[in-house]
Each structure stands twice: as C-alpha cells, then as structure tokens.
C-alpha cells in the first residue's frame, strides 16, 4: 500500500486528490498539507472534500515527511518550495503544476537528478495517448498542413496557453523538427498576411467552469483531421496523478513524465 501525502489539500485539485486517494485500492492518503495560516489547518481533509470524515486533518508542512510519494498540484513558487522540501527529505514527487518560469522549469527538472519525479503538463490517460497520435499525425500530415491548437479552461486559470497546449505543440515541433521557440504564433490579430506552413498556431479561451478542452487540427485544401480531448471532471487528472504516485514508489531517482507511467514509450 503506497502512501500518499498532497500538497495543496484544499485547492481545486487537491480536493480531486483526496477523492481520488479514497478510489484507488493500491493508495493511502497519509497526509495532506496546506498553508500556513489556512483556515483548513486541523480540518478533516475528507470533509474538506465533500466526502465525509476521513478521521485525518490537514496539516501545514513540516519535516514530518512519513508519507512514500507525494503529489503537488499548486502554483509555481509553492511548487518550487515543496520541491526543494521532497529533495531535502529524499521522497519522490509527483509534479502538475503548471506555469513554471524558465528558471522554475530548470529547477523542476534538476529535482529529477536527485529524488524520484513524475512531472506531465497533464495526467489525464486520454491526453498522455494523445500526445502518441499526435506523434502519427505529424509524420503522416505535418508536412503538408497548417497546424493549429486550442484549448479552454476555467476562468481561473493563471497561466496561457495551457501547459497540456504547449505540451501538445511541442511533441508536434520535435516529430517535425522544428523549434516551437521560433514557430508559435500565439493569436492573432489585424493584418497578418498569408500563414506561413510552418507555423504551430495557438488559440486560447478562458470562461466559466470549464474543466478543460484541447483541439488539435491538420488542415489542408480540401480535407482537415481534428483531434480532441475534453475533460469533465478534475478527479480524471487526480485519478492519473494517484496512480503515477503509486507507479512511483519503487523507481530509482530520475525525471519520468506520464508517457513512462503507462508504458506509452
């Protein structure tokens, strides 16, 4: 039994989390942290929820780590904080937050050399098997096509485009060859002449509640292939972020992402 402790434990994400814990027999939600000065410090986590007392109450972070893998899904700089906090305590982590700097992102990636890390831009299965039919898509059409990415999210959400988006983009830019630096176009707007082939266009909504959506098309004269993804519910990235935690437990220390996870590589 994989024990769980999560970061965040009264966020958005962090309720899905301990849903997601209750779900899978293979975990334990051994603890849940939130920050300082929360009004959730000593709450059941399960009431938290919206599932019913779990007899443990969220916690601020300490040095107290006696879980086996935990799971952060908060914002960058909290991120980077319960990063060096995992690395400083020698227990692996797993990393979907989004949004991260350049700098951040370095940081994130150097964790891998020292603690066990699963860090995706989306843990939901349908999106890590999208990533593999955008890998034939793009040998097949991407060539010929204009390529084009939307998404949409919540009208909370911080950070745009979306790190799923920007991570779709450049599984599509390595598959070409190309640099997605130098070839996304991020909206557009007036008079901006004809599209040049090779441009990886990018198109972002924020409204309401949701969840999340994410389109990808190959267009050309006469024919276009679009391939979606639309999520529901968070408990689909909570449910994919708890069992990379348990897949987790018993690797050696290095930086794997969802694709390793499921065996998609």
């Known amino acids: 039994m994989t024990k769980i402790g999560i970061f965040g434990a009264n966020g958005r ?49 300490t040095d107290a780590a006696s879980a086996d893998v935990y799971i952060d899904f908060t914002l960058p700089d909290a991120s980077i904080n319960n990063i060096r906090w995992c690395v400083a305590n020698n227990k692996p982590i797993i990393i979907g937050t989004t949004g991260f700097s350049k700098e951040q992102l370095a940081e994130v990636k150097a964790a891998g050399e020292k603690i066990p890390v699963v860090f995706a831009a989306n843990m939901s299965v349908g999106v890590n098997l999208l990533f593999k039919l955008l890998e034939m898509a793009s040998k097949v059409m991407g060539d010929y096509t204009d390529i084009e990415i939307w998404e949409a999210h919540h009208r909370f959400k911080k950070d745009a485009p979306s790190g799923t988006a ?48 994410h389109t990808v098309m190959f267009a050309d004269i006469g024919e276009r292939i679009e391939i979606t993804h639309k999520a529901s519910s ?19 220390t290095a930086l794997y992402d969802m694709q390793d996870v499921l065996g998609l590589k």
């Open 13 to 61: 994400m962090g309720r899905a989390l301990i849903e997601a814990c209750e779900q899978n027999e293979a975990v334990t939600l051994h603890q849940a942290f939130v920050r300082e000065g929360s009004a959730f410090n000593g709450i059941d986590v399960g009431e938290i929820a919206g599932i019913g007392s779990l007899g443990l109450p969220a916690q601020v972070c």
């Open 166 to 213: 920007l991570a779709l983009g450049q599984v599509i830019a390595d598959t070409l060859g190309r640099d997605l630096d130098e070839k996304a176009i991020y909206g557009r707007e007036g008079n901006t002449g004809e599209r040049p082939r090779d441009e990886i266009g990018f198109a972002t909504i924020r409204a309401g509640d949701i969840v999340g959506e």
């Open 234 to 252: 968070r408990l689909t990235f909570a449910k994919g972020a708890v069992r990379a935690a348990h897949w987790l437990s018993d690797k050696p």
